[in-house]
């Protein structure tokens, strides 16, 4: 990448009560959804994050396309600052609404987000009036359904006329990834997108993301729970694997790396706890956790925070939090990646 597309600097997203003016969080307590995150992503990229529910995975990716901000650090796209041109303070730039239409997503549960009052047409359409207004309404709805053909919804005419419940999941998602790509977004926030749909009808729903990418050079941020779905995605894209815990980015990297030659611990258990994986021998057999108890987010471990549940943490890990170390072209937040880290002089912790 000569110039990244999006790229977090230094990134803190915390929860506490001035961001909770309804009270769920006492005085003293923050929650710190994302500390401490770097990423770039490029044109035509493809990053898969992976982590366990709550590990700040949503709000990262809402942090990236400029839904969320954030409490530290920056945002900025093609090195502009995204939140500064939002408030103003950057006027000779690249326009908010310019970038807000670059950045766009696809939710979890896409019949949800679609209008229950309004027919398929009329939620198509109605993004390009805003920002295509120099299309007739003719116009309009002909994209519309040269979109839906593409994705095989087949007359399209019969789609186009039907109100979201009349739609099954993947002709839900399908419709979805057609809004956000009648924007000719650069970047497409695909969060948990098609964890609701049939295993049959994920696989044909990354492959069809895929053919859209070669097609319209947009690239994704791609979120999910399964290791399994990121592989399959980021693997066919050539793209990387980004795995989270509690908040921090503890390993980034091409697919190969990040399934066979992991080097963070809690990759690996991610690794043993997919069994659609093909693993090595030996990282077979028992679970290479300690714990299953995933530590509280408003009070994380000291240093690194997985040390907890890691069956090889020492008592560096305990004091320290690792920085990111070059690996094998990815990057890890684990001492074990540097063999001369003293790190294998200090005493290994009760229980590893």
């Known amino acids: 990448m000569s110039?990244?597309?999006?790229?977090?600097?230094?990134?803190?997203?915390h929860?506490?009560?001035e961001s909770n003016p309804f009270g769920l969080f006492d005085d003293e307590t923050t929650v710190r959804a994302v500390d401490g995150v770097s990423l770039d992503i490029g044109e035509n990229d493809v990053v898969s994050l992976v982590g366990e529910s709550g590990c700040g995975k949503t709000t990262l990716g809402k942090t990236t396309i400029g839904i969320q901000e954030p409490t530290n650090g920056s945002v900025t796209y093609r090195n502009q600052d995204l939140w500064k041109t939002r408030r103003g303070e950057i006027t000779d730039g690249v326009s908010y609404s310019q970038i807000r239409r670059s950045l766009q997503m696809i939710h979890q549960n896409p019949g949800s987000s679609l209008n229950p009052n309004k027919r398929v047409i009329e939620s198509l359409t109605r993004p390009l009036k805003k920002w295509k207004s120099t299309l007739s309404r003719e116009e309009r709805e002909a994209r519309a359904l040269a979109?839906?053909?593409?994705?095989?919804?087949?007359?399209p005419s019969d789609f186009a006329y039907r109100y979201p419940h009349q739609l099954s999941g993947g002709e839900a998602q399908r419709v979805a990834l057609v809004r956000a790509l009648l924007m000719d977004p650069e970047l497409i926030l695909a969060d948990e997108a098609i964890s609701a749909l049939d295993v049959s009808l994920r696989i044909e729903m990354m492959d069809l993301m895929l053919e859209l990418q070669d097609a319209f050079d947009t690239s994704y941020l791609f979120i999910s729970h399964d290791l399994s779905n990121a592989r399959y995605l980021a693997e066919k894209a050539g793209g990387r694997i980004g795995v989270?815990?509690?908040g921090k980015l503890v390993e980034i990297g091409p697919v190969d790396q990040i399934i066979h030659n992991p080097t963070h611990p809690y990759t690996k258990v991610l690794n043993w706890a997919t069994p659609e994986?093909?693993?090595?021998?030996?990282?077979?057999?028992?679970?290479?956790v300690r714990s299953i108890d995933i530590p509280d987010p408003e009070n994380p471990p000291s240093g690194c925070r997985f040390h907890t549940r890691c069956p090889d943490a020492r008592a560096m890990c305990k004091e320290y939090p690792p920085t990111f170390d070059t690996s094998d072209g990815?990057?890890?937040?684990?001492?074990?990646a540097d063999s001369d880290h003293e790190y294998w002089d200090s005493e290994p912790l009760e229980g590893t």
Do not use: N, W
Not at 3 to 13: K, Q, R, Y
Not at 147 to 155: A, T
Not at 277 to 288: I, K, R, V
């Open 3 to 13: 110039e990244p597309l999006i790229s977090l600097h230094d990134i803190d997203v």
């Open 244 to 246: 989270m815990y509690l």
């Open 277 to 288: 994986l093909e693993l090595d021998s030996e990282m077979q057999g028992h679970p290479p």
């Open 15 to 17: 929860f506490g009560a």
């Open 330 to 336: 990815g990057e890890v937040t684990c001492y074990r």
């Open 147 to 155: 979109m839906l053909d593409r994705v095989g919804m087949k007359p």
